[in-house]
């Protein structure tokens, strides 16, 4: 399933993001490593386990007995993916965020401004 969703981001623009849900799990991905930052130690550098997650959680994947293309599934994927978006939108317009700005703006087929 292809989930449609209209967000408007800081600056105003106002988007429509189609992505499949595997497509927000790599973006959770990406997003958790650009703000976690490695520990360097003996063995090179280790993703650091005790910093604070910060990010919004995806919805669950669907249980064994559900279907993902069940209209049920769907219409509660898109509010809690909506949800979710509307969060880390928020969440990387604050100016510790901008590391990962670039992993939104590929997401969302954006050009980085410079």
Known sequence: AVYHLRLELPDGLSIVSSHRFSDFVDLDERLER???PPVR???GALPCTN?????PRLPPKTAPWESPL???VIDLRTVELQKYLEAVISLFAE???FLAMAELDRFFGLQQQQ
Do not use: T, V
């Open 70 to 72: 069940s209209r049920s």
């Open 41 to 43: 130690s003996m063995l």
């Open 95 to 97: 100016p510790d965020g």
């Open 51 to 55: 910093w604070p997650r910060g990010l």
């Open 34 to 36: 650009a703000i976690r």
